[in-house]
């Protein structure tokens, strides 16, 4: 049964440009969660999505991020114009199908984007 | 506002030593509560977990934690830590995570 899968793993942008990042939930879960992990910082939550829903946005920057979760195919998380301080390592977990909080997460192994 | 604090940023053992990483919490509503661990190089991988019953959790390769309410904490303990343990630690609380504690274990 295939991970958590998350690509690019490595994704290298000019400033202005954009980034999408994908992440193909493991199989049978409908539940995605993006998080960001800034150098020397812990994980910090962007976003929950069951697919065709954001059910929580509260962790997403106001401007410039946008998350996705469409019935078929990947959620992508796409960041618009992107600055210097967007380099981070972007993980992505999925959940079952309860998608209560209790359920456990499985992490993908992280894009790591750097904004040159 | 939800937070979740590991105080510890970094410890540095010797092999037999016994380990506690603390995590406490600032939530008003249900937790659910989570120790994650990332060794060199791998995902995040659970170690254990609590959302209600007996306090204290038994999780893999001899982990533990224990949830105090009054302390709104939720320590991880091991009684003899091994080289193989080397790794980063974090604490969740429901969606939210703690900035981690990496730990090394000297040979």
């Known amino acids: 049964n295939a991970g958590v899968m998350q690509n690019p793993r490595h994704l290298v942008r000019r400033r202005g440009q954009e980034a999408r990042l994908r992440c193909s939930p493991m199989?049978?879960?409908?539940?995605v969660y993006w998080y960001r992990q800034l150098p020397e910082e812990g994980l910090k939550f962007m976003v929950y999505?069951?697919?065709?829903?954001?059910?929580?946005e509260s962790g997403m920057p106001k401007e410039r991020f946008s998350a996705e979760f469409p019935k078929e195919g990947p959620s992508i998380l796409r960041i618009q114009q992107v600055v210097r301080g967007d380099s981070a390592a972007y993980f992505c977990a999925s959940s079952g199908n309860s998608g209560a909080i209790s359920e456990t997460q499985y992490f993908g192994p992280g894009t790591r984007l750097l904004v040159l | 506002a939800q937070s979740v604090s590991q105080h510890n940023h970094h410890v540095i053992l010797s092999e037999a030593a016994s380990l506690e990483l603390g995590c406490n919490y600032s939530?008003?509503?249900?937790?659910?509560l989570f120790w994650y661990v990332q060794y060199p190089g791998q995902h995040l991988q659970l170690l254990l977990k609590?959302?209600?019953?007996?306090?204290l959790v038994k999780g893999i390769k001899g982990f533990e934690a224990e949830f105090i309410k009054s302390k709104f904490s939720f320590n991880l303990r091991k009684p003899s830590v091994q080289w193989s343990d080397t790794a980063e630690y974090f604490c969740?609380?429901?969606?939210?995570f703690g900035a981690g504690t990496r730990l090394t274990v000297k040979p």
């Open positions: 999505l069951q697919k065709e829903n954001i059910i929580d």
């Open positions: 199989k049978g879960h409908s539940h």
């Open positions: 609590y959302f209600s019953g007996d306090p």
């Open positions: 939530y008003g509503g249900t937790v659910n």
């Open positions: 969740a609380v429901n969606m939210r």
